[in-house]
C-alpha cells in the first residue's frame, strides 16, 4: 500500500490531491506509452476513473491493487495482460461504453460532438475494425444531420462493427431492424458510394 | 295264417305325382306366343287379359317360368328386329318420325305384356334376379334398335343435325325432338349421356368454337356481348323445350367457355369498345350485360374489376396531377366529386352494387386522392366555398348530400390533420367576416366530422363557435353598460380563445384616435368581469364599414379591412400623404401595408384612392390622394379582402412545417402509450401498432418513428433490451 502511495504521490497534483492531465502525460511517458494511446484509457478504466484526465487516490490505490502492481516497472510489465482482459467480450463491452462515458465532462451532458467521436473510435474500435472504422469517420464528417452522438447510437456502432455486416456492400444489413437512424442514413451513402 | 307284425300307423306324403302334359308348357307357351304377336301387330282387342293372364301364371306356377321368360326374350327380340327394319327403311325426315311411331307402339305393347306376365315378374324374375318385364323391354329395344349399327349414328347424326339447323335459323319439329330425346332418357341416363349428351357438347363446342371466332373478327364488344347473350338465352331455351334439364349446365358451360372465357381479355381490352370506352361513356346497358355475362366465367369479374381499378386509378392520377385543373381547387374537388358519382352510378345501374366493385372504387379513389398532398387543402377550400356562397338557396336535405359526399372524400384522405389545420384556417376566417351562408350548415359539417373522428378532432373547432355566440353576450353587456357610446362609431369585438384558434402571431398598429379610445373601453370593461385574462389586439383580421362623401357630394359605405380604414380614416386631417407618411403614421407592416394600398388604388371599381404615379407598383416615394372622382353604382362598396385562398408556396412549406411539428408528439404518445401496455415489444411491431394507431389521423412515416422512439431513449423512457437488440423495454 505504502508503495502505491509513494507512486501516486509521484505523480500527483499536491494542491488538487489527485494526478491532473500533467501528472498522467508524466505516467504514459515513463510507462513509454504515448498518452493518447489506447492503453491508458484501459488504464482509466481498470481505474474506474470518473472524470477524464484525473485519477483520485481511491481511484489510484484500488485500481493498481486489482492489477496487482506496486511499482512503475511492474505497471509497465501489466499493461500487456490488461489489454488481453479488455478483449475479453465479457468486459469489452463494458469498456467500450466507458470510453463514451469517459469523455462525458460536463454534468448532465448526454452526448459527445462528432469530432471526438471520431477520434475515440479510432481509438478504441480502429485496431480490431479498421475498416469499417474508417468509412464510419468519413461519414460522420460528411453528414449533417447529427451535431453530437448520444450513447445508444455509440452502443450501436460497435454493434454494428461486430454483428459481420458484410463489408463493403453491406447486403446483410437490415433497416427494419432496430438500428438507430444514424446507422441506416451510413448505410444508404455506402451503397450510394459503390453503385 | 297270418303272422302280422304291429307296424305303426304311418302317414306318407301323397306320392302320386301330378303329371302335367309335357305338351301343356309348349301349348300354354304357343297361346302367349301368339298374343304377342298379336299385340306388335295392333290386333290386341281380340285377345282376352284374363285368360292369357292365367296362362302366364300357370306356366310359372308350373315351373315353366324359365321357358316363359326366355321365350319372351326370344319372341321380343325378333319382332324388334323386324320394327328395326323399318326404321332403318324410312328415308329422310321420315326417319325420326317412324322412330317415334316404333316407339309408342312398342312402349305400349309392352305395357300389356307386363300385365299379362305380372305374376311373373313378381314372382320367378324377383326369385332369380332377372330383369323384370319393363325394364327387359327398354333394355331390348336399346339393344336392337337404338344400338343397331345401322340405327345408331344415323340416329345421332340426324339429332345433330336438326340442332344445327335449329341454331343457324331453322324452324324445327321440337315435339319430335322431344319425344325422342324422351326415349334415350327413359332408356337409361347412360343411354341418354354416351348416345347423344356427350357428341352434343362436343358439337356445341366446336360450333360455338368457330361462331365465336366468327363474331370477334368483325364485332366491337357490346355487340358480341349481345350475341354471347342471345346465344346462351337460346341454349337454356333448348334445354326447357327439348332436352334434359341436368343439360342446361353443361351446355351454357359450353357456351360460356367458347364465347365469353376464351375471348374474355380480347374483349376487355378491345380497341374503342372495350371496357374502358363503356366505362367513359356510361354505357350501363352494354355493361351491365358484360357483368352478367363475365359472372358466369372464373375470373370473369375479377378481370373486369382489375381492368376498371387500374382506368380509375390512372384517370385519378392524371386528374390529381394536372396542373391546369391545380389552379382551381373548388372545381378540382368538384372534379373528384362528379367522378366519384358517375362511378357509384355505374356500380349501381350496371353491377349490380356489387360489394367488391364498390370495394375497388374506394380503395382507387384513396389511392390517388393522397398523390397530391394538397389535396386535404383544396377539400378545405371547397367547403369554405360552399359554405360562403356555393350553398345559398340550397335546400336542407341537398345541403346534407353535398356534405356527405364531401366526408365521403374526406374520409379518403391519409393526412387528415393537414385537413383539420386548414379547415380550421378558412373557418376562422368564414366566422370572423361573418361570410358564412347557414349556421346550420357549418354546425352540421362539424357533426360529421365528429362522427368520423371523434371529439378530440371537433373541440377546438366547437371552440371557435363558442368564442363567436360568448362575444356576442358581451358586445350586448358593454353596450349595456355604456349607454353614452351609443352616439359614436359602433365596435364590434370578438374575443377568441387562443388555444381554439390558428395561430397567429400578433401584429398591432396605430389605429386612428376614435376607435383606439373606443378599444381602451371596452378593455377595461371586459378585464373588469375576466381577471386574470390577457387581450391582445389582432388588427389584421378585422374589418370595418366607414361612410365617406366624395369630391362630388357621391356618397357611399365602404366596407373595407381593419388595416384599410386605418389608411383611409388618415386622409380625414390630410389631402396628400406619401407612403412613407402613411407607413409611419400607420405602422402597419410594409407587405400588408402594400397590399392595402393596391387594393384600394389600383383595383378598378374600387379605386377610392388615387397614387401618383400611376403605376401598379407601391414605391416608397409615392403619394396618395383621395380620388373625388370615385363612381360606383353600389352604394355599399366591398374592398376588404379576407376570402380564403389557396396558399402561396411559401404559406404553403409553413403550414407543413407545423403539421409535422404537430405531429411529433403525437408519435411520441403513441410509443408511450403503447410501450407503457406492453412493457417489451420488437422495433417492427412498434412501427406496425404505431402506425395503427395513428392511421385515423396521418400515415406515420417509420423513418420519423424510429426518430421519436430513439429521442425517447436518450431520455430515458425506453431502453434497448442487453441481449436481443430487436426489442424495446419501457421505462418505468
Same mark, same amino acid.
Given at each position: 500500500m505504502e508503495k502505491i502511495d509513494r507512486l501516486f504521490n509521484s505523480y500527483a497534483n499536491n494542491s488538487l490531491g489527485m494526478i491532473d492531465p500533467d501528472g498522467i502525460e508524466a505516467l504514459c511517458s515513463d510507462l513509454g506509452v504515448d498518452y493518447t494511446d489506447v492503453r491508458i484509457l484501459m488504464l482509466a478504466w481498470k481505474l474506474k476513473a470518473e472524470r477524464q484526465g484525473y485519477f483520485t487516490q481511491d481511484e489510484w490505490r484500488t485500481g493498481l491493487k486489482a492489477l496487482g502492481v506496486d511499482s512503475l516497472s511492474k505497471l509497465k510489465k501489466a499493461l500487456p495482460e490488461l489489454e488481453n482482459e479488455v478483449g475479453k467480450s465479457s468486459n469489452y463491452e463494458d469498456f467500450y461504453s466507458y470510453a463514451f462515458r469517459y469523455c462525458l465532462t460536463e454534468e448532465k451532458q448526454k452526448s459527445v460532438d462528432i469530432e471526438s467521436i471520431c477520434e475515440l473510435l479510432n481509438l478504441v474500435l480502429g485496431a480490431q475494425f479498421h475498416p469499417q472504422v474508417d468509412l464510419l469517420i468519413e461519414y460522420l464528417k460528411v453528414q449533417s444531420d447529427y451535431k453530437v452522438i448520444n450513447l445508444d447510437q455509440w452502443m450501436n456502432f460497435l454493434r454494428f462493427c461486430k454483428e459481420q455486416i458484410s463489408f463493403p456492400d453491406l447486403e446483410n444489413y437490415d433497416a427494419s431492424q432496430a438500428w438507430p437512424l444514424i446507422l441506416d442514413n451510413f448505410v444508404e451513402w455506402m451503397r450510394e458510394k459503390h453503385s | 295264417?297270418?303272422?302280422?307284425?304291429?307296424?305303426?300307423?304311418?302317414?306318407?306324403?301323397?306320392?302320386?305325382?301330378?303329371?302335367?302334359?309335357?305338351?301343356?308348357?309348349?301349348?300354354?307357351?304357343?297361346?302367349?306366343?301368339?298374343?304377342?304377336?298379336?299385340?306388335?301387330?295392333?290386333?290386341?282387342?281380340?285377345?282376352?287379359?284374363?285368360?292369357?293372364?292365367?296362362?302366364?301364371?300357370?306356366?310359372?306356377?308350373?315351373?315353366?317360368?324359365?321357358?316363359?321368360?326366355?321365350?319372351?326374350?326370344?319372341?321380343?327380340?325378333?319382332?324388334?328386329?323386324?320394327?328395326?327394319?323399318?326404321?332403318?327403311?324410312?328415308?329422310?325426315?321420315?326417319?325420326?318420325?317412324?322412330? %317415334?311411331?316404333?316407339?309408342?307402339?312398342?312402349?305400349?305393347?309392352?305395357?300389356?305384356?307386363?300385365?299379362?306376365?305380372?305374376?311373373?315378374?313378381?314372382?320367378?324374375?324377383?326369385?332369380?334376379?332377372?330383369?323384370?318385364?319393363?325394364?327387359?323391354?327398354?333394355?331390348?329395344?336399346?339393344?336392337?334398335?337404338?344400338?343397331?349399327?345401322?340405327?345408331?349414328?344415323?340416329?345421332?347424326?340426324?339429332?345433330?343435325?336438326?340442332?344445327?339447323?335449329?341454331?343457324?335459323?331453322?324452324?324445327?319439329?321440337?315435339?319430335?325432338?322431344?319425344?325422342?330425346?324422351?326415349?334415350?332418357?327413359?332408356?337409361?341416363?347412360?343411354?341418354?349421356?354416351?348416345?347423344?349428351?356427350?357428341?352434343?357438347?362436343?358439337?356445341?363446342?366446336?360450333?360455338?368454337?368457330?361462331?365465336?371466332?366468327?363474331?370477334?373478327?368483325?364485332?366491337?364488344?357490346?355487340?358480341?356481348?349481345?350475341?354471347?347473350?342471345?346465344?346462351?338465352?337460346?341454349?337454356?331455351?333448348?334445354?326447357?323445350?327439348?332436352?334434359?334439364?341436368?343439360?342446361?349446365?353443361?351446355?351454357?358451360?359450353?357456351?360460356?367457355?367458347?364465347?365469353?372465357?376464351?375471348?374474355?381479355?380480347?374483349?376487355?381490352?378491345?380497341?374503342?369498345?372495350?371496357?374502358?370506352?363503356?366505362?367513359?361513356?356510361?354505357?350501363?346497358?352494354?355493361?351491365?350485360?358484360?357483368?352478367?355475362?363475365?359472372?358466369?366465367?372464373? %375470373?370473369?369479374?375479377?378481370?373486369?374489376?382489375?381492368?376498371?381499378?387500374?382506368?380509375?386509378?390512372?384517370?385519378?392520377?392524371?386528374?390529381?396531377?394536372?396542373?391546369?385543373?391545380?389552379?382551381?381547387?373548388?372545381?378540382?374537388?368538384?372534379?373528384?366529386?362528379?367522378?366519384?358519382?358517375?362511378?357509384?352510378?355505374?356500380?349501381?345501374?350496371?353491377?349490380?352494387?356489387?360489394?367488391?366493385?364498390?370495394?375497388?372504387?374506394?380503395?382507387?379513389?384513396?389511392?390517388?386522392? %393522397?398523390?397530391?398532398?394538397?389535396?386535404?387543402?383544396?377539400?378545405?377550400?371547397?367547403?369554405?366555398?360552399?359554405?360562403?356562397?356555393?350553398?345559398?338557396?340550397?335546400?336542407?336535405?341537398?345541403?346534407?348530400?353535398?356534405?356527405?359526399?364531401?366526408?365521403?372524400?374526406?374520409?379518403?384522405?391519409?393526412?387528415?390533420?393537414?385537413?383539420?389545420?386548414?379547415?380550421?384556417?378558412?373557418?376562422?376566417?368564414?366566422?370572423?367576416?361573418?361570410?358564412?351562408?347557414?349556421?346550420?350548415?357549418?354546425?352540421?359539417?362539424?357533426?360529421?366530422?365528429?362522427?368520423?373522428?371523434?371529439?378530440?378532432?371537433t373541440s377546438k373547432l366547437e371552440g371557435m363557435f363558442t368564442d363567436m355566440k360568448t362575444s356576442q353576450d358581451t358586445m350586448q353587456g358593454f353596450y349595456a353598460s355604456h349607454p353614452e357610446l351609443t352616439d359614436g362609431p359602433t365596435l364590434v369585438v370578438q374575443v377568441l380563445t387562443t388555444g381554439s384558434w390558428p395561430t397567429q402571431t400578433c401584429i398591432t398598429c396605430n389605429l386612428p384616435a376614435e376607435m383606439s379610445a373606443l378599444c381602451e373601453k371596452f378593455r377595461s370593461y371586459y378585464l373588469g368581469t375576466h381577471t386574470g385574462r390577457r387581450l391582445s389586439w389582432q388588427t389584421n383580421m378585422g374589418t370595418a364599414d366607414?361612410?365617406?362623401?366624395?369630391?362630388?357630394?357621391?356618397?357611399?359605405?365602404?366596407?373595407?379591412?381593419?388595416?384599410?380604414?386605418?389608411?383611409?380614416?388618415?386622409?380625414n386631417n390630410a389631402d396628400r400623404l406619401s407612403y412613407r407618411e402613411i407607413e409611419q403614421a400607420t405602422e402597419i407592416p410594409a407587405s400588408d401595408l402594400k397590399r392595402c394600398l393596391q387594393s384600394m388604388a389600383c383595383v378598378k371599381g374600387k379605386n377610392v384612392l388615387r397614387k401618383e404615379p400611376m403605376s401598379k407598383d407601391i414605391g416608397e416615394d409615392d403619394a396618395f390622394f383621395v380620388n373625388d372622382k370615385f363612381t360606383s353604382k353600389f352604394y355599399k362598396v366591398k374592398i376588404g379582402t379576407v376570402v380564403a385562398q389557396k396558399e402561396s408556396e411559401p404559406e404553403k412549406q409553413e403550414t407543413r412545417q407545423r403539421v409535422e411539428e404537430d405531429r411529433k408528439p403525437q408519435i411520441e404518445a403513441a410509443i408511450v402509450r403503447i410501450m407503457k401496455s406492453r412493457r417489451v415489444l420488437d422495433h417492427n411491431n412498434i412501427i406496425a401498432e404505431v402506425t395503427k394507431q395513428l392511421q385515423s389521423r396521418f400515415l406515420a412515416n417509420p423513418t420519423e418513428i424510429k426518430k421519436r422512439i430513439e429521442s425517447l431513449i436518450e431520455r430515458d423512457f425506453l431502453e434497448r433490451d442487453n441481449n436481443d437488440r430487436k426489442l424495446y423495454r419501457y421505462l418505468a
Open positions: - | 295264417m297270418s303272422n302280422q307284425k304291429k307296424r305303426n300307423f304311418q302317414i306318407e306324403a301323397f306320392k302320386h305325382r301330378v303329371v302335367v302334359d309335357p305338351k301343356y308348357a309348349d301349348k300354354t307357351w304357343n297361346i302367349l306366343e301368339h298374343a304377342i304377336h298379336e299385340i306388335y301387330n295392333h290386333n290386341a282387342s281380340g285377345l282376352s287379359f284374363e285368360e292369357l293372364y292365367r296362362n302366364a301364371y300357370n306356366m310359372v306356377l308350373h315351373k315353366f317360368g324359365e321357358k316363359l321368360y326366355s321365350g319372351l326374350v326370344t319372341t321380343m327380340t325378333a319382332h324388334l328386329k323386324e320394327i328395326s327394319k323399318s326404321i332403318e327403311a324410312a328415308q329422310g325426315d321420315l326417319f325420326l318420325e317412324e322412330l %317415334n311411331r316404333k316407339w309408342n307402339d312398342h312402349n305400349k305393347a309392352l305395357q300389356m305384356i307386363r300385365d299379362i306376365l305380372m305374376y311373373m315378374d313378381r314372382t320367378y324374375i324377383p326369385n332369380t334376379r332377372k330383369t323384370p318385364v319393363h325394364e327387359l323391354g327398354l333394355n331390348l329395344w336399346r339393344d336392337n334398335i337404338i344400338h343397331s349399327s345401322k340405327i345408331q349414328s344415323r340416329l345421332l347424326s340426324t339429332l345433330l343435325e336438326l340442332v344445327h339447323r335449329e341454331r343457324t335459323g331453322e324452324v324445327i319439329d321440337r315435339g319430335l325432338m322431344r319425344n325422342i330425346i324422351k326415349m334415350l332418357m327413359d332408356l337409361g341416363s347412360s343411354v341418354y349421356q354416351e348416345d347423344f349428351e356427350k357428341p352434343f357438347l362436343e358439337v356445341s363446342a366446336e360450333f360455338y368454337k368457330g361462331e365465336s371466332q366468327k363474331f370477334i373478327e368483325c364485332c366491337d364488344c357490346g355487340d358480341y356481348l349481345k350475341k354471347a347473350e342471345i346465344r346462351l338465352n337460346e341454349e337454356i331455351e333448348r334445354v326447357t323445350h327439348y332436352l334434359d334439364v341436368k343439360s342446361e349446365a353443361k351446355i351454357t358451360n359450353v357456351v360460356e367457355k367458347e364465347m365469353i372465357a376464351n375471348h374474355m381479355m380480347r374483349l376487355v381490352h378491345m380497341e374503342n369498345s372495350g371496357l374502358v370506352n363503356m366505362l367513359l361513356d356510361d354505357k350501363y346497358e352494354d355493361l351491365g350485360r358484360m357483368y352478367n355475362l363475365f359472372r358466369r366465367v372464373a %375470373n370473369g369479374l375479377s378481370t373486369i374489376r382489375d381492368v376498371m381499378t387500374s382506368h380509375l386509378r390512372e384517370t385519378g392520377k392524371e386528374l390529381v396531377t394536372d396542373a391546369e385543373r391545380l389552379k382551381d381547387p373548388v372545381e378540382f374537388v368538384q372534379r373528384l366529386l362528379d367522378e366519384k358519382d358517375k362511378y357509384d352510378n355505374i356500380i349501381g345501374q350496371a353491377f349490380s352494387n356489387d360489394k367488391t366493385f364498390q370495394n375497388a372504387l374506394n380503395s382507387s379513389f384513396e389511392y390517388f386522392i %393522397n398523390l397530391n398532398p394538397r389535396s386535404p387543402e383544396f377539400i378545405s377550400l371547397f367547403v369554405d366555398d360552399k359554405l360562403r356562397k356555393g350553398l345559398k338557396g340550397v335546400s336542407e336535405e341537398d345541403v346534407e348530400i353535398i356534405l356527405d359526399k364531401v366526408m365521403m372524400l374526406f374520409r379518403y384522405l391519409q393526412e387528415k390533420d393537414v385537413f383539420e389545420k386548414y379547415y380550421k384556417q378558412h373557418l376562422a376566417k368564414r366566422l370572423l367576416s361573418g361570410k358564412t351562408v347557414s349556421d346550420d350548415a357549418e354546425r352540421s359539417l362539424i357533426v360529421k366530422l365528429k362522427t368520423e373522428c371523434g371529439y378530440q378532432f366607414i361612410k365617406a362623401i366624395f369630391g362630388k357630394g357621391q356618397k357611399h359605405e365602404l366596407n373595407v379591412s381593419t388595416y384599410q380604414m386605418c389608411v383611409l380614416m388618415l386622409f
